[in-house]
């Protein structure tokens, strides 16, 4: 129910966003959707730069600079701040990169990996994570060990046991999911970190998709680094993410692209890695005071529910089963296609392009354990029309 005065989600709210009103759009959790109002903002701020650009770059920006005077408090410190509050923990604590994966990037690359050593994964890991943790291991004669998690998911104490089972003499780091991305699971991050430091492996979260899907106590999760994307579920712009560091690992820690910051500390290090458009990241705080002026709990609210049921009746309606437990949802849920629309990628690939070209609905559609699955996002210019509309495309070619 909404509070008197607030605008009712659903279709009404495509006009805070410029999506084409052409096209059904489910696939929020790819790349996001930035909403207008955000996007005006960066405007405001790109026409700032413009009329002072050294300036502002030079000077109000960050402190890594050519010298002289700065402006205080520097204007990423002051993002860097408000993100912070939203999630939880410290500005001196977080610091901006594009997105998660050059997070997750920075601290691999950053750790002294040892011939023999072991970065432990899941299978519902990330590609290009995946892809980054097998670089940095090849390249320091590490290994990559992948622990199989089960799905459907019900019980998040398994899926505990199951990364504590992967766990050897050698692991130096655990990559853990926050919310998976192609199986759309919130794993139990505590309870897996908790384990894992209790055996003194250090835990590195992707949480690409937890902000503004998940309320956020970074620091009372009990983990060394958190990288995040805002660009996603917090309205930021692309490309927008973060990268949160406890204190004590914060010393070292290096940012993907080295630059005048080097050495200087872990703020300056990452505020200032070369000339580029800073506004996506200023902006952020734009995305996360409208969610807050709609109200972040019901934002949450709405989405997983309207994800929760739209899975449930598409199942329904296809004949297949949703099998993973509700508690372990966010505003994506991913469940099973019918096994006539086939079982590869490329078959995969088909019917996302036949999705989008004929029935101008946009979803994200992948092949996995030899059958396809379809990931649903809601967000609160969503309803169960739109849904509906998915439902009936899949079933007229099943």
């Not at 290994?143 to 089960?150: F, K, T």
């Not at 004929?358 to 996995?368: L, S």
Request: glycine residues 8%; contains cysteine.
């Amino acid at each position: 129910m909404k509070a008197p005065g607030l605008p009712s989600f659903g279709r009404a709210m495509r006009e805070e966003w410029a999506l084409d009103p052409a096209i059904t759009y489910l696939n929020h959790g790819t790349v996001g959707a930035t909403p207008k109002r955000v996007l005006q903002a960066q405007q405001a701020i790109r026409e700032e730069i413009e009329r002072q650009p050294s300036r502002f770059m030079l000077r109000d920006l960050a402190r890594v600079g050519v010298g002289g005077r700065h402006r205080e408090p520097l204007r990423l410190r002051e993002a860097a701040a408000a993100v912070a509050a939203f999630v939880g923990a410290r500005g001196d604590d977080l610091v901006f990169t594009d997105n998660a994966t050059g997070a997750v990037n920075a601290v691999l690359r950053s750790l002294p990996f040892q011939p023999e050593d072991e970065i432990l994964l899941s299978d519902h890991a990330y590609g290009g994570v995946a892809n980054a943790a097998a670089f940095v291991a090849r390249e320091r004669g590490a290994r990559v060990r992948i622990v199989e998690l089960p799905f459907p998911a019900r019980e998040p104490e398994r899926i505990v046991e199951v990364f504590a089972g992967g766990l050897s003499a050698h692991t130096r780091l655990a990559i853990v999911d926050h919310i998976t991305s192609e199986s759309a699971l919130v794993l139990p991050v505590a309870r897996i970190a908790e384990c894992f430091q209790s055996r003194g492996v250090p835990v590195l979260v992707d949480g690409a998709h937890a902000p503004g899907v998940l309320p956020l106590d970074i620091p009372a999760l009990g983990v060394d680094w958190y990288a995040g994307n805002l660009h996603k579920w917090a309205w930021a712009p692309r490309s927008c993410g973060f990268l949160w560091a406890r204190a004590d690992r914060q010393q070292g820690l290096h940012p993907p692209v080295i630059s005048w910051g080097l050495d200087q500390g872990f703020t300056d290090e990452f505020d200032w890695v070369g000339t580029r458009d800073p506004s996506p990241w200023l902006v952020a705080p734009e995305g996360i005071a409208f969610m807050r002026e709609l109200g972040i709990e019901r934002v949450r609210a709405h989405n997983h529910a309207l994800a929760w049921d739209a899975a449930n009746r598409l199942c329904a309606r296809w004949g297949t089963a949703l099998e993973t437990a509700e508690a372990m949802s966010g505003a994506m849920v991913t469940l099973p296609l019918p096994e006539g629309l086939g079982r590869v990628k490329e078959d995969a690939q088909g019917l996302r392009d036949a999705l989008l070209f004929e029935d101008r609905i946009e979803a994200q559609v992948h092949a996995w354990r030899a059958r396809l699955w379809v990931r649903l996002s809601a967000q609160i210019y969503n309803d169960s029309s739109d849904f509906e509309r998915l439902e009936t495309a899949v079933a007229a070619r099943a």
